[in-house]
């Protein structure tokens, strides 16, 4: 006998969808990531034996399940954010038929034959625009016995102190409304919105990094990978560690900023970008402002962070600390993704930032399975 609902993640990334999930009351019993620097950072997170997890092409998953070599039986939930290049409305193509879209076409097909009570998929907003196709497509290979529906959600309004905007569809064959459930997860809205410094204020102030080429280096100064520390309290801090203490601080640490970033991070104001007067005249970029408005933008503390993106294992120069002259370190872009204190990235520092900035808040993520666990009971 089963001692909480079942729960099978694919493109499971970092594990920011299923560790909300779980956190809500879900079990994970399986997990599918081709990426093998994801899938550290997700294994390391969780107890799964080696029978538990698929680290491969989605499609080989599903050829096992057609040849019987692998099996799930009564999954109550799976769910998943399958890349989907192909959905602009300017392609006249269907989404199944655009070759880029394979793997948005195996993640149903896995759906089919497993069929579980529920299903989640997540994906960019920009979808919903092909959202009648989408729908149809979940018909086609699931039959008339689901019910299902959409609605983009916005991180912003679930205490979550971040503007991001992602498509979730849900779906079930147990015979309740999905709209039912996005009303639920709506009702969990709050009415207190924490900003950014609240998600920040917390960790320690780190310097500039001045040196080049040498992404091991660590000290007081710019940080560390794993360090102890008192946190001082924040009660964002207690939500998002569900009132766990906890006594180390991880993924804490600064990248390389030239000099002339560093004075451009010093004189940009909180909110301004790269057409702001204060760095007319170092801005490398001003004879294309037009197209690189954005290349410098300092967070307001006293507001919601911009949406948390994998850019920033490139750089944060769109992510400017508010009132350091650096750009944000991995843990606050965690923070401001409602991991708790004691998820631990793994892999170099650059993919610690795409790990953060392609996962789906943790906090959100249980908010919608509660609404969906809420169902479930009834």
């Known amino acids: 006998m089963k001692n909480k609902p079942t729960l099978i993640d694919l493109f499971c990334g970092c594990g920011g969808l299923s560790l909300g999930l779980e956190q809500a009351g879900f079990q994970t019993i399986f997990a599918n990531e081709i990426d093998n620097r ?29 040849r019987n070599e692998i099996k799930f039986t009564d999954v109550d939930l799976i769910c998943g954010g399958p890349p989907c290049q192909g959905f602009s409305m300017a392609n006249r193509q269907r989404i199944l038929d655009d070759p880029r879209n394979e793997l948005y076409k195996a993640f149903l097909i896995f759906l089919q034959k497993v069929r579980p009570n529920f299903f989640i998929m997540e994906n960019v907003k920009g979808m919903s625009k092909k959202i009648d196709e989408i729908l149809n497509d979940f018909e086609t290979y699931l039959g008339e016995g689901y019910n299902y529906t959409y609605s983009v959600l916005n ?43 609240d998600a920040i204020f917390d960790l320690p102030k780190l310097l500039p990094n001045r040196s080049k080429n040498n992404s091991l280096k660590e000290n007081e100064k710019i940080g560390f990978y794993e360090r102890s520390y008192d946190y001082p309290f924040s009660k964002y801090a207690m939500e998002i ?30 909110g301004g970008n790269s057409l702001h007067k204060s760095i007319s005249k170092i801005m490398p970029y001003k004879n294309r402002n037009h197209i690189f408005k954005d290349k410098y933008f300092k967070l307001d503390e006293n507001k919601v962070s911009k949406t948390i993106t994998s850019h920033m294992k490139y750089d944060c120069n769109m992510y ?59």
């Open 320 to 378: 400017i600390h508010p009132n350091q002259s650096r750009g944000l370190s991995p843990r606050e872009a965690a923070r401001i993704q409602s991991f708790p204190d004691d998820y631990i990235f793994k892999g170099t520092p650059n993919q610690w930032y795409a790990q953060i900035g392609n996962a789906v808040p943790v906090k959100l993520a249980e908010f919608i399975g509660k609404a969906i666990l809420k169902t479930l009971k009834q």
């Open 241 to 270: 560690n569900n009132n766990k203490i906890v006594k180390n601080l991880y993924n804490h640490r600064n990248r390389f900023n030239n000099d002339r970033d560093i004075e451009i991070f010093t004189l940009l104001p909180q």
């Open 38 to 66: 994801l899938f550290k950072t997700y294994i390391y997170n969780r107890s799964l034996k080696e029978n538990e997890y698929f680290l491969g092409d989605i499609k080989k998953l599903n050829l096992m399940l057609e």
């Open 155 to 197: 991180s912003k309004d679930f205490g979550i102190p971040q503007n991001r905007e992602r498509l979730f569809i849900i779906g079930n064959k147990i015979g309740v409304s999905s709209k039912e459930i996005f009303n639920q997860i709506n009702k969990q809205k709050l009415s207190k919105k924490y900003v950014l410094k």
